[in-house]
């Protein structure tokens, strides 16, 4: 520290330090978002995941103790508030991509404001389905883990739940190219959950995804029924497909019916397909395909035991030779 601390009169002016910044807007560094009309807001679009959680989980998330008597005015509440925000935040996110494809049209386009309107309507009648698979995603959670009680404690405590929860709502809106909205809500689940699945990648019914934290799901992976993660688990892309120039090609692995990737395994590439009922061992690192009902597993390493007094002696012999 300074022997003589600063005197006030030594200190910068708080509108040389404004200006400093506001200098840096205009240095393009695509950092700022300035003089735009349109842009969804995360807040929103995380909102309206947690009013589309309570419904997807009436009586878990959200209001409680919900009766019979009750509920069809609760949904209807819930329904009508996704509609309104939902509508607002697809409108606003398709007005961004047009300023940005055709040089700031986005402010005279009722096309998007029509557009929105039907993907949210499209994307609360599919809720019914939604829950649908979900509750077997649940069923999958409960039936490959003994720890777990009961569906409700999944529903409640499982963070792979969650994840796969955002992302099937998520890839309803990435299905129908609503732009920003499906990253925003996967990378809220990520920040979470410590999962991070793309909303473009295809997974089918029953998934489970057991402790979860560090599993990567990349954009083109496609998983079938009844496949199993565990944690640490990347389904990723090989170098040579991480450029602009793949944008559009299948770059992630494929993942047939009753896998079992244990943790810690690294699968990439496009044309890397694992057969159903496959078994992958922790720690594999896989870029080719494997057959349908094979098990892939590293050559086991020996171990070695020593007792404590055993490698103290060692150490002792090893310094009296130096």
């Given at each position: 520290m300074p022997d003589t601390p600063p005197q006030p009169s030594d200190r910068p002016s708080l509108e040389k330090l404004t200006g400093g910044i506001v200098d840096s807007?205009?240095?393009g560094l695509r950092a700022e978002h300035i003089d735009a009309t349109f842009l969804p807001s995360r807040d929103a679009a995380i909102s309206v995941l947690g009013l589309v959680h309570e419904l997807v989980f009436p009586g878990f998330i959200g209001e409680q103790k919900l009766t019979s008597d009750s509920l069809l005015d609760h949904v209807s509440t819930i329904v009508a508030q996704v509609r309104e925000s939902l509508e607002q935040q697809i409108d606003a996110a398709l007005r961004y991509s047009r300023n940005l494809e055709s040089d700031g049209k986005g402010d005279d386009c009722q096309q998007c404001t029509l557009l929105a309107r039907r993907i949210a309507d499209e994307f609360?009648?599919?809720?019914?389905?939604?829950?649908?698979?979900l509750a077997l995603d649940v069923q999958a959670a409960y039936d490959g883990?003994?720890?777990c009680r009961n569906t409700d404690e999944a529903i409640f405590c499982y963070p792979g739940v969650y994840a796969i929860f955002?992302?099937?709502?998520?890839h309803e809106?990435?299905?129908?190219?609503?732009?920003?909205?499906?990253?925003?809500?996967?990378e809220h689940a990520h920040s979470k959950t410590g999962i991070d699945i793309h909303p473009g990648a295809q997974i089918g019914e029953s998934f489970f995804i057991d402790h979860g934290?560090?599993?990567?799901?990349?954009?083109?992976?496609?998983?079938?029924?009844?496949?199993?993660?565990?944690?640490?688990?990347?389904?990723?892309?090989?170098?040579?497909?991480?450029?602009?120039?793949a944008r559009g090609t299948k770059r992630?692995?494929?993942?047939?019916d009753d896998v079992v990737i244990y943790a810690n395994a690294t699968l990439l590439g496009g044309d890397t397909i694992v057969g159903a009922g496959s078994i992958i061992g922790g720690g594999v690192f896989l870029t080719n395909s494997v057959p349908p009902g094979h098990f892939v597993y590293n050559k086991t390493q020996e171990l070695k035991y020593r007792s404590a007094e055993k490698l103290k002696a060692l150490e002792a012999q090893a310094a009296e030779q130096q």
């Amino acid at each position: 520290m300074p022997d003589t601390p600063p005197q006030p009169s030594d200190r910068p002016s708080l509108e040389k330090l404004t200006g400093g910044i506001v200098d840096s807007y205009q240095a393009g560094l695509r950092a700022e978002h300035i003089d735009a009309t349109f842009l969804p807001s995360r807040d929103a679009a995380i909102s309206v995941l947690g009013l589309v959680h309570e419904l997807v989980f009436p009586g878990f998330i959200g209001e409680q103790k919900l009766t019979s008597d009750s509920l069809l005015d609760h949904v209807s509440t819930i329904v009508a508030q996704v509609r309104e925000s939902l509508e607002q935040q697809i409108d606003a996110a398709l007005r961004y991509s047009r300023n940005l494809e055709s040089d700031g049209k986005g402010d005279d386009c009722q096309q998007c404001t029509l557009l929105a309107r039907r993907i949210a309507d499209e994307f609360l009648a599919a809720v019914p389905a939604l829950r649908q698979r979900l509750a077997l995603d649940v069923q999958a959670a409960y039936d490959g883990d003994p720890a777990c009680r009961n569906t409700d404690e999944a529903i409640f405590c499982y963070p792979g739940v969650y994840a796969i929860f955002v992302h099937r709502v998520a890839h309803e809106l990435f299905l129908r190219d609503v732009p920003l909205i499906p990253r925003i809500m996967n990378e809220h689940a990520h920040s979470k959950t410590g999962i991070d699945i793309h909303p473009g990648a295809q997974i089918g019914e029953s998934f489970f995804i057991d402790h979860g934290t560090g599993v990567v799901v990349g954009e083109t992976s496609v998983i079938g029924n009844r496949v199993k993660l565990y944690q640490g688990v990347t389904l990723g892309g090989k170098a040579d497909a991480l450029s602009r120039s793949a944008r559009g090609t299948k770059r992630h692995p494929t993942i047939e019916d009753d896998v079992v990737i244990y943790a810690n395994a690294t699968l990439l590439g496009g044309d890397t397909i694992v057969g159903a009922g496959s078994i992958i061992g922790g720690g594999v690192f896989l870029t080719n395909s494997v057959p349908p009902g094979h098990f892939v597993y590293n050559k086991t390493q020996e171990l070695k035991y020593r007792s404590a007094e055993k490698l103290k002696a060692l150490e002792a012999q090893a310094a009296e030779q130096q």
